[in-house]
Structures are given as structure tokens and as C-alpha cells.
């Protein structure tokens, strides 16, 4: 079709037709400019939805059709709203040269009781779905109705192929479904029982065909690696943009309790490193199932590794999914755009000033003392072998056939350079006595979240830090931190079977040079395990965080007595890396 509207205002005419029916007398009439509804489709469509219900008392707009240049009644969407223009200008050659062209809809409806029926075969898709992903299974289902559609040659489920060729192609997503079950619904009511029983057989069929084929490929593009893993972190909120389950990477605030950020809220503005923590899910989202509302059963879908992504958190997982897809095509461009462009970059950089040689130096200088006579062995340590790392590769250099002469612009340079080495050559040993520490794990706890508790249970407070009250317990254990998950009490009891449930969440990171082994693990070392003897925690790289949550259940005593138990973080060994945990329990009378 070519050509393009001339008009410039467009009469929109609602006509109202009950399913099959015929065309009843005409709802409503009103003008909208042709330019801005062809500049805005979706408002557009949101408008003339609006108008065809607010005519409607006891029934609701399945769809909305308009006339094409063969005769036929094609379902109205944002995609095709330049099409009904279109065909309306090209049905009227009479009103060539006319400002107002008319453009008459049909709305077809259904009674209000039939969308609990409705309803019903949403929660049927649901769970037909589940452990699919929807928006790969929507186009099959179409497919497989509409050689149905062909074999019956039901003349009342004609109206359904515009829709379904909308939903096998794509122009239609999966999720516009919901709202179209309507018009399926509509156009089965007007079939008779023999005919329904008959078809809604062959719809089961070519659905549960359409399921099977697409878990293989699922199962197909898992074992070929193929499948976009994407990081799910269930029952967390991302405080920017509210969405839950928070997808993709975790940033938790260290100076702010309880808040979370999902990567796209994090990247809007600059943010200091320091003040966030990386945190980690082992849970992947690789499948869209219970793509129209929750799951019945669980959270969970298609195994411990995967989870049901649905509502508002569908758009972050599909950004997440397409970042995932492209993280290795980027990483490569990016490499070899860098070797690319390493040279110009260099050669192009403009001389400094005198002043800021100077600046950088003494800068360079006083960054150099610091680190080198800084408290921490393990820092001190650190910044010895860089500085004689960096040495090393200054003698490499100046071993080549050409060696540069000295000039007075080198001078400050090589004073901060000979006072560092000074402040090195002090204490020459030093590196070489703490550098083992550099390459054992370490972990630290960076953040906890307030205890949830069971409703017999009362949080006494004092969570948080507390390595200067525990100083002599740490050094005995071989730990560097305590760090106190809260302290609780309960009534007593009489009945021993009454436990209550609390839950501790915090945030560990790997604040050491080298990863963490697979056999880390959180293990009781002292008291009662209340339920918690010991949880794997697997490996994490050196500056990455992970959240541990502990699911502790409380026994009732009938004495008033306290409790103190304590876990750490410990390698295959047993050796702590690094933090002490403890829970303060006390029974009181009631």
C-alpha cells in the first residue's frame, strides 16, 4: 500500500457490534487531528479505548476493528492505526480535497460475567507456562490455533485470525494476551457444545505440543551454553525504581540501612565505591515462567536455580537479559578498540604545565608516605611490593639502547622516588614478613539488616560492630572481627515445642587480595547451633559481596536464662577469615 493521508482531521466513529452481530446504531462520534494521531498511536488507541468504554454499562471492549480495502474487519492496535487511515482515505475518493475524513470503528464486546471466564484461562496459560518462557511460547500457540482454525472451517472463528497472525508474528506479545482472551472467549460462545468439545480437545493438543517442543530448545541451548543467565535476587527491592524481584546486579548502600539499588539506578548518577557493596545471587533467571501472575505453588520455577520473574521486574529482566547477551561482544570490541586507539591517545595528550609536574609529584610523594607507614601490615605490605614492582619496570626501561638524559624537569620526580625508597629501605623486612598475608582469604562484614522475628520474640538492639568489646575473644580464635547479629528475648515457656523463628541478614565481602575457596563455608564455633549448624558459602573474588541469610529457630525454656552462640567464616581448614558472628538469646519470666 502506498501513498500517504492529505487529510487533516480524522472523524472517528465507534460502532457497536456484539461479537458476531450485526452493526448497531453508532456510539460515539469525535474529532482528533490526523497528524497527532498518527505521531501518537498508543495515545491514540488509549484514546478511543477510553471513549468505547465510558459508552459501555454492562459490557467491555474485546477489540476494536476497522475496514480494509478487501472487505474485511482487522483488529485496531498502535501498529495499525496508520493502516486505518490509510484505508479510510483510500474508501472515500469522494471526499478528495476534503478536510475531514470519517474513519468508523467497530467495537466488539462481551458481557462483564464472561471475564471471569476470562480469568480463568489466564490462570489456566499461567500454569500451562510455567518453566517456559512465555514470550517463545505465545507465538507457537498461535501457530498451532490458527491450523485449527484452518481444519475446523468454524465460520465464528474467522475473527480470531487477524489476532492470532498478530500473536504468531510478533506484532503482538505475549503481553497483550491477557487482554485479548476476551475475543477467544467471544468467538468460542458462538460455537455449538459438539463444536467446542471438539476444538478446545484440539487446543490442548497443539498446546501441550507447542510446551514440549520449546523446553527442548530450552534444554538444548542450556547444554550448549546458550541460555542468558541472568542475576535474580528474590525479596529484594531495588529502592529506585521499586521493582521486585530486584534483577541483575545488587548495590547495597553501606551508609544507609536497608537500601538496595538495581545496576540501571545505580548507573543514573556518579556514586562513591566506597559507600556500595557488589552483593551476589547464586539464583539465575534464565526463564520467564509465571509470566501472568504469580506462581501457585512457589517463587521458585524450573529448579533451585531459577526463578519466576512476572509484573513490573519483566522489563529490568529482559534489560538484564539483553546486557547478558552482549557482554561478551562488547569486552572483545573493547579490547582491541583499546590497543586500537592506545597510541593516538598517548601521542595526543597535551604537555603539562611546570606547575602541575610539581603538583603531581608532591602529591605522588605524601600518597607514597602514607601507604608505606600506614597502621595495617597487610596495606603496608601492599604498597611495598607495588612500589617495587613499579621500580623494577623503571629499571627494565632504562636498560634499552637509549637512555634518557637527566634534566631539572625530572628532579621532583626522582626526589619523591628516593624518599620513597627511603621510607622502604627502613624497614626492609617488612614486606617479606607480611606478605603471606596477601594471599590468604579474608572476609569482613560490611552491613546488617534488622532481625526478622517470630511474634513472641522482642529485638533488644545492639546489632552491629563490636570488635572493641570482643578484643581478647578475637585473639584467641584468630579472628579480626565480632560482629553482634542482635540480641533477643523471649517469654518462657512450658511447652518445649513451642521454638520461635528469628532470620539475620548481612553482607560479607572478600576484602582480601585473593578469591575465597569453594570450601568456605559459615559454621557454629561455640553455643547452640539453634538450627544452624553450618552453611556453605562457595567462592568469592577479591572486592565482591554476598548476603548471608541465617534461618534460626529459638527453643522455649521454661527457666529465665541467657545464651550466647557464635559462627565465623572458615576455610576447609577451619582457619576464620576474618569475622566472628553472635546472637545474644535471653528467657524471661513472664
Known amino acids: 500500500m502506498s501513498g500517504s493521508p492529505t487529510s487533516q482531521v480524522v472523524l472517528v466513529e465507534l460502532v457497536h457490534v456484539h461479537s458476531q452481530g ?104 499461567n500454569k500451562l507456562s510455567e518453566g517456559t518462557d512465555a514470550r517463545r511460547l505465545i507465538p507457537k500457540l498461535a501457530a498451532g490455533c490458527l491450523r485449527i482454525v484452518e481444519e475446523s472451517q468454524q465460520p465464528a472463528l474467522f475473527v480470531l485470525i487477524d489476532l492470532l497472525l498478530s500473536l504468531r508474528e510478533g506484532d503482538l506479545k505475549a503481553e497483550s494476551v491477557p487482554s485479548a482472551i476476551p475475543q477467544f472467549v467471544a468467538a468460542f460462545a458462538e460455537l455449538s457444545e459438539d463444536s467446542v468439545s471438539s476444538i478446545l480437545a484440539r487446543v490442548r493438543e497443539e498446546a501441550q505440543k507447542a510446551v514440549e517442543e520449546l523446553r527442548q530448545e530450552q534444554a538444548s541451548e542450556a547444554q550448549g551454553q546458550e541460555a542468558k543467565e541472568v542475576e535474580v535476587h528474590p525479596h529484594v527491592i531495588c529502592d529506585g525504581c521499586e521493582v521486585s524481584p530486584l534483577i541483575g546486579a545488587r548495590w547495597k548502600s553501606l551508609t544507609q540501612n536497608d537500601f538496595d539499588l538495581c545496576e540501571a539506578c545505580f548507573g543514573e548518577e556518579e556514586r562513591d565505591p566506597a559507600a556500595w557493596a557488589r552483593v551476589k545471587s547464586q539464583v539465575r533467571g534464565s526463564v520467564v515462567s509465571s509470566f501472568y501472575g504469580p506462581p501457585e505453588a512457589s517463587l521458585q520455577a524450573g529448579g533451585c536455580n531459577t526463578v519466576a520473574v512476572h509484573g513490573p521486574a519483566l522489563a529490568a529482566f529482559e534489560a538484564s537479559e539483553q546486557k547478558s547477551s552482549t557482554t561478551t561482544t562488547t569486552t572483545t570490541h573493547s579490547k582491541s578498540e583499546d590497543q586500537a586507539e592506545a597510541a593516538p591517545e598517548s601521542s595526543q595528550q597535551e604537555e603539562k604545565p611546570a606547575f602541575k609536574e610539581e603538583l603531581e609529584a608532591t602529591v605522588a610523594k605524601e600518597a607514597l608516605r602514607s601507604l608505606l607507614s600506614h597502621p595495617d601490615d597487610a596495606v603496608r605490605a601492599a604498597a611495598a611490593l607495588a612500589l617495587r614492582s613499579a621500580q623494577q619496570g623503571c629499571d627494565v626501561q632504562m636498560t634499552e639502547e637509549e637512555q634518557p638524559g637527566e634534566s631539572d624537569e625530572d628532579l621532583d620526580s626522582e626526589w619523591a622516588m628516593a624518599d620513597a625508597k627511603s621510607l622502604v629501605s627502613s624497614e626492609p623486612d617488612e614486606a617479606a614478613a607480611v606478605s603471606p598475608l596477601l594471599n590468604k582469604p579474608s572476609a569482613a562484614v560490611v552491613s546488617g539488616a534488622p532481625l526478622v522475628l517470630g511474634v513472641e520474640a522482642e529485638d533488644g538492639g545492639a546489632q552491629g560492630d563490636v570488635t572493641a568489646e570482643f578484643g581478647a575473644v578475637l585473639a584467641g580464635a584468630g579472628a579480626k572481627q565480632a560482629f553482634r547479629l542482635g540480641r533477643v528475648a523471649l517469654p518462657t515457656s512450658d511447652d518445649p515445642t513451642k521454638a520461635v523463628p528469628i532470620c539475620a541478614k548481612l553482607v560479607v565481602v572478600n576484602d582480601g587480595a585473593v578469591a575465597w575457596p569453594e570450601t568456605t563455608s559459615v559454621a557454629l564455633v561455640s553455643g547452640d547451633a539453634f538450627g544452624f549448624p553450618q552453611m556453605q558459602l562457595g567462592a568469592l573474588s577479591p572486592g565482591e559481596a554476598a548476603e548471608l541469610i541465617m534461618d534460626l529457630s529459638l527453643p522455649a525454656r521454661p527457666q529465665p536464662g541467657a545464651a550466647r552462640s557464635s559462627w565465623a567464616i572458615l576455610d576447609a581448614s577451619g582457619t576464620p577469615l576474618g569475622p566472628i558472628l553472635l546472637l545474644e538469646v535471653f528467657w524471661t519470666a513472664q
Open 22 to 125: 450485526s452493526a448497531a446504531d453508532v456510539m460515539d462520534a469525535f474529532h482528533v487531528d490526523m497528524q497527532q494521531l498518527l505521531a501518537n498511536p498508543e495515545l491514540a488507541m488509549e484514546t478511543i479505548s477510553n471513549r468505547a468504554e465510558q459508552c459501555l454499562v454492562d459490557k467491555s471492549v474485546t477489540r476494536l476493528t476497522y475496514l480494509d480495502d478487501e472487505g474485511d474487519w482487522c483488529t485496531l492496535h498502535k501498529d495499525t492505526v496508520h493502516d486505518a487511515v490509510q484505508f479510510a482515505i483510500a474508501l472515500q475518493p469522494e471526499a478528495v480535497g476534503v478536510e475531514i475524513r470519517k474513519l468508523q470503528l467497530r467495537v466488539v464486546t462481551s458481557d462483564k460475567k464472561s471475564e471471569a471466564t476470562s480469568t480463568e484461562q489466564i490462570q489456566e496459560l
